[in-house]
């Protein structure tokens, strides 16, 4: 590891939970990563901006191989997660969505009630050993969702009578029950209304104390808001990353300036 | 005259109309058709649809009530004695319209002519002779006040007859004629035709409705003329299913619902699983090559007709299972055609049913719900098995009930594969008979209409309609919600 | 919150070696995959064995055995045959002996007995007959006759018949395959393609070799005539108005709602609605077409109905707003540019609704097109429409019904010349929409 390169030095090497190096993404022949080299940190929120369509959520789905399901993506280079490719032949797609958890842009429980939504991953993974564990984890996760009180006195409820909000922070607490290490969202608050974007930004930065956050926006306020780094992404090319400070402030590539100053995106 | 000529003189006028009220309104223009209201074709459109559809209406009237109201005519003057007689007055009428057909046929024959036909004073000993002579199918002599009525019958029709000519073709010139009045430049012949045609339009959506209403009244009609000869209490109350033709049968419906049911629960319990786990795989796992060759080729499955089915059970599966179950394998079967392979040969034919619909189903599930499985860590059976198929599920149930409507509808599969005795038995590999069944053979053996052992066909069919009617109303309602739950 | 575990997340294990609950989890998936996999090669082997049946034992039905032997008939050989009193019984004897001459003659068979031949030739001395009286001319003159063997030589042939089945036949013995074998080599017993089988009529019950599809073919024809016309003007008529005019209303609704529920009521109450509404109360003939074509128009109405009103959802309304914005009427909109753009998909639901009428059975047999009625070929176009005939489904039907095995036969070919013409409607359909379909 002697010829680091300059980005790489500005992070705490031993705090590093996934790095991605010469990542490359096809679908079909549409080239929609290009080359993307990125370490993100352990207990620590990663925005990631940019204009539609510039392929933050695809890389973002890259970090759990939720591409697999699409027939015609094709990913090149490597990405690893405590220094283990995830891409890697001998890896379990399975194994990997348990440690690194997904929320979506949309809130989409599942039809079922709010207590089976949260229970759903904990009884798959089978990490309860009996009814009163899994109370206690579902219990704990709605608490980190920050719903627990919301719904405690109605969870046989159906999880799709919840507001969008709620939905959403249940969906939260559905990804935290499965104690992931790494936690990927979405643009998680584009669905909803302001007052529940606050909430949800909240508890993302709670998060932040237990997990690694990576999370994608198309608000550049919402970045500023809840992340501590953050990577400008622009036609598949990771543009800049680094402190969320430095970026909005002085940032160094002229795309990244016409973009947060409103002329690009 | 023959209606298929009336026909025809009906839309000659129409066209004469035509052709005239569009050079009228051209003339009331000065022959430049920028002046006109409509384009000019319009005015023709409209006198020959002022010619031919009030003239087809009355025709149609005509020819529907015509004979109702000659039957009652005729009716009332047949003596009260000889009704009495007769059993009933139905079949004295029956009697009375087939030596009215027959005395026709006779005189189109050549072997009598219109006079002594319509002769009131012809001898019926010799018209009787004559009749048979013709090879009119008459099945006991023909009685005078039978012969005069029929006689009578014959002169009503003909003047009917004559009478609706007139009065047709006196409709449709009338209506061109008045068509052919108002067409003026200012008339607005366009708004006129599209009205029209919109109620024909209406009529046409209407059929539907007459479809289910005719399905109903002549099933209800002749169940009521069953149950005013044998009783109700009998038929949904015997367990034993013996009709003879003699008199005396035993109609009892359970027998037949029991096979219907037997059969119907075989075959769902081939085609659920196959056409769901079919389902599943094509829209889940197969990729689009597997799934643009394997479906359609389950799907030809569907489009065989249920005789190619019939056929297949009766001298293909029927022997196969023999083979196994009879005496020569384990002893549980008599005969090849039995509950199995009804049931087994439907199962195959219901399998696509089953999966196109379920794929559909399926494929409504929103593909965020598995995106927020998969995010989990499920595996995808779990995501399947866990979320897509509770979800959904409504509308997996409303294809299995839809599915089951059709097992129970089924006729030729059962007629060919089921045998034809009806027995209350547990035995699948014994032979049963279900309600289609018995309303084929009941209708197309030579049992007089008015005998309980046809009508009964009808009660038969009144009981398979609602089940049916039930079943459909029940499984489309629940597929419509749960389509809207999705949208 | 205060929880010590809540602070520290599970740790999880290396992602490359797999835990022994992912390698369950994963070998419930493969069994998952495996149904999934089993349930469409079952399916599909229904449909190989279906397939295979029809055509091992339909495709015997197309050929036919028969025994072609010159023959020189004399005027003397006539006159003695015309002048007594059975004269089939004397062609048929006249026939035998002229072949067992030319038999022995051959080498054949010395020992072939008169009565063998009569056994394996069947009834000949009707067309013998025929033929001399329609021809005078060939008298004295040497003629090749192509004469059916019995139905029973034919099944042997078949593999219907074998020498244990003939054990206790007195129609054919099993001494007689062997003279069969013989003049099989002799190259005067034959096997060709039957002609009869398309062109013919139904044949008694006992006469299983001269039953023919042709005459239900024609009745099948014109049952399709009437609903084509009939039910594509009617399903379009109506389609139209319930896509494009209906006000969303009460009536409206119990339309749709109708309309979806009659496509799913069972073909036999049709049958019923036919036997009941058009034969008992309006008095149309028994086991006419017309009235077969009826019951069906009614049956495929809904059918044609509901994929007319797909095709004429799926033309974008920005078409229909281009019409009336340049100042048509709304008929004229949707009759000049809507239903033009429509019409491939309309033909196209309307040939598989066609099909699905073409392949039922059910309705027809109560309103009496049962097979054997269909011993005629109609007189003329109109006659063709109200004279009893049969369809093909049913004619196979009647067949299947009957206990002569040699029928079965004929009714597993039926149903491959069924399926012929549902083949092509269906390649005509799917050419039109692999041709004509646009997608917006």
Redesign the interface.
Known sequence: MNDMRPLERIVDTDNIKISAKGCQVYYGDTHAIKDVDVQIEDKTVTAFIGPSGCGKSTFLRCLNRMNDTIDICRIEGEILLDGENIYDKKVDPVQLRAKVGMVFQKPNPFPKSIYDNVAYGPRIHGLAKNKADLDVIVEKSLRRGAIWDEVKDRLDAPGTGLSGGQQQRLCIARAVATEPEVLLMDEPCSALDPIATGQVEELIDELRSQYSVVIVTHSMQQAARVSQKTAFFHLGNLVEFGETGQIFTKPEDPRTESYISGKIG | MPVLWIILIVIAIGAVGYVATRARAMASAGNDARHLHSLPSYYGYMAFLFAAAPAFLLLIVWLIAAPLVIEKRVAATLPADVVEQAASQNLLMAEVRRVAVGLDNAVAAGVMDEDLASNARADFTDMTARLKEAGQVITQNVTTPVLRAAQMMREANASSRLWMTIAVIAVAIAGAALAMMRAQRDYRARNVVERGVRWMLVGAASIAILTTVGIVLSLLFNTIEFFRIYPASEFFGSLTWSPSFGGGSELGIWPLLWGTLYISVIALAVAVPIGLFAAIYLSEYASNRVRSVAKPLLEILAGIPTIVYGLFALLTVGPLLLAAFGDGGLGWMQSGTAVMTAGLVMGIMLIPFVSSLSDDIINAVPQAMRDGSYGLGATQSETIRQVVLPAALPGIVGAVLLAASRAIGETMIVVLGAGAAARLSLNPFEAMTTVTAKIVSQLTGDADFASPEALVAFALGMTLFVITLGLNVFALYIVRKYREQYD | ?A?AT???????G??????P??KR??A??A???A??????G???F??V??AT??IR?GVPAFTTTVVSLEMNVSQAEYDEAESGMLKTAAYTKLFITKLGAQLREAGIGDDVQDDAIERIMGKVGSDMRSFYQENPDSIGETVTFTLNASSRVDGYFKGRVNRETLVDSRFLVATDLDVVDALTEAGIITRQFDWGFLTGKDAGVDNPGGAGIGASVIGSFFMMLVVLVLSL???V??S???EE??PKNRW?D??E??????A??????????G???FI????LPQSAPLVGGLVLT?MT??TI?ISTRASLKAVPPSIRDAALGVGA???QAVFHHVLPLAAPGILTGTIIGL??A?????PL??I?M?GFVAREYPGGF?EGFVEPNSAM?AQ??TW??RSDVAF?EK??GG?IV??VF?LIM?AIAIVLRRRFERRW
């Open positions: 919150m929880d809540a602070n520290s997340p599970r740790r999880h290396s992602l490359t070696t797999t835990d609950r992912t989890r994963n419930a998936e069994r998952f995959r149904y999934g996999i089993a349930a469409i079952l399916g599909l229904f449909l064995v279906l049946s029809i034992s003007p009617i399903g008529a109506a139209i108005y319930l005019f209906a409206t119990i339309i709602v109708n309309i979806s529920n009659l799913a009521v069972p073909s036999i109450v049709f049958g019923i609605l036997l009941a509404v008992q109360f309006a008095g009614l109405l809904p109905i009427s709304k008929m099909a699905q073409l392949g039922e059975t059910a047999l109560l009496g049962v109109i489904p196979i039907y299947a019904a079965y009714a597993w149903i069924l399926l549902l269906n």
